[in-house]
């Protein structure tokens, strides 16, 4: 009998992705099912981008290319750290991966040691925690609450570090909850990193340009704790380019010359034309997405004014990217008919049934909640609120 390994053995299955397929597959039984468990706009990649690549395929940009990127994609996004973030990069700070997925479990995978612990703030993005156990670090997930807006602070910060304490793993604006890190509340958290020299942070700021408060900030913008902090970004949702796989990373030289040569020897360089778009993205300025951005602050509005309407569901207001987290623990115990909910796990089944995909917060670190993508039109998002309603009236 085929033995496979410990890792992957030990590995959860991505809560998001196995909601999606488990949708399609209802979807193909003829089942009517209204499916916010991605975290994918809705939009199309912009012309002029789809444009630069195909110049760069009438241009046989058809060949392997370098590991980190092509030398004029990392300065056009070391231009575009220096334009949007206040971050000083260089070309020699930049390594170009297949997502940014990919640029999270370079870094992890360069830096991480058997035993070395991650603080992970929860709620979190769902692979965070697994790409940790996969290097064999100890994830070290902390509590924030929809009260304080699911917020980090620096006295948790402080809390939570140990002598093997290697790295901090976070998000803003966060995936699942929106939540928007101010520019004040950065650098109180990034006092604790100054007083730790050898920790690292790991700041993920894909989300960065569908932002409801202002301009987005970054931790690496302070020039004192610049050298420990790693900027993870990428293409995928302000330019919605999900398909086309390109993120990156804006890291002290040391630890891109690490993610570097990690990258050598798993997958190489990224995919050629995607990475030919991705220079005519960054480059462009953002102002011209504020039309993706008003879309989904309307939607915003439509599924926050739903579900204040839903006794028992409990909000805050998401400052970006375009998810909402509802704690819904107020319906645990209740019944309809033979189902019981006891989890958030039961309630997202229990809604499947009733037509509407949703994410368990169990597996973003947060039992009591659940994630509602709004990256789906107004008509699609009231139907679907107005069918997680009537499901939840049906509990008692």
Not at 168 to 173: D, G, K, L, Q, V
């Amino acid at each position: 009998m085929i033995q496979l390994s410990d890792r992957v053995l030990e590995m959860e299955e991505s809560a998001t992705l196995a909601m999606s397929r488990k949708s399609r597959e209802l979807r193909a039984q003829g089942k009517d099912i209204i499916s916010l468990s991605l975290g994918e706009p809705d939009f199309h990649t912009p012309d002029f981008i789809k444009q630069a690549a195909a110049e760069a395929m009438e241009q046989n940009y058809t060949t392997y290319t370098p590991v980190p990127g092509y030398d004029d994609l990392r300065d056009a996004i070391a231009n575009k750290f220096n334009r949007d973030n206040g971050i000083p990069y260089k070309r020699e700070n930049i390594v170009v991966s297949t997502g940014a997925k990919q640029s999270i479990a370079n870094l992890v995978m360069a830096t991480i040691n058997p035993g070395d612990e991650v603080i992970i703030p929860a709620p979190y993005w769902v692979s965070y925690a697994e790409i940790v156990k996969v290097a064999g670090g100890i994830p070290v997930v902390v509590a924030t609450t929809i009260e304080s807006d699911f917020k980090f602070t620096p006295e948790q910060f402080r809390t939570a570090i140990s002598p093997k304490t290697k790295m901090m793993m976070f998000s803003s604006p966060c995936n699942p909850t929106g939540t928007v890190y101010t520019k004040e509340e950065l650098r109180a958290l990034a006092d604790v990193v100054k007083e730790n020299p050898n920790l690292i942070v790991m700041s993920d700021e894909i989300y960065e340009h569908i932002n409801f408060v202002g301009h987005n900030h970054s931790m690496a913008q302070f020039e004192d704790v610049r050298g420990q902090i790693v900027t993870v970004n990428g293409v995928s949702k302000a330019w919605a380019m999900t398909g086309w796989r390109v993120g990156y990373i804006g890291a002290p030289k040391e630890i891109a010359d690490a993610c570097n040569k990690i990258q050598g020897q798993f997958t190489s360089g990224t995919c050629s034309i995607a990475q030919r778009a991705t220079i005519a993205a960054v480059n462009a300025d953002p102002a011209i997405l504020k039309d993706m951005v008003k879309a989904f602050e309307n939607r915003r509005a439509l599924v926050l004014d739903a579900l204040d309407k839903m006794p028992g569901v409990k909000t805050n207001k998401p400052g970006g990217a375009f998810y909402v987290f509802p704690d819904v623990s107020s319906f645990f115990g209740k019944k309809n008919g033979e189902t019981t909910i006891q989890t958030a796990e039961d309630l997202c089944m229990y809604l499947l049934d009733k037509g509407v995909a949703l994410v368990s917060g169990e597996a973003f670190g947060d039992a009591n909640c659940m994630r509602i993508s709004y990256a789906a039109s107004e008509e699609t998002l009231t139907e679907a609120m107005k069918r997680v309603a009537n499901a939840l009236a049906e509990l008692n």
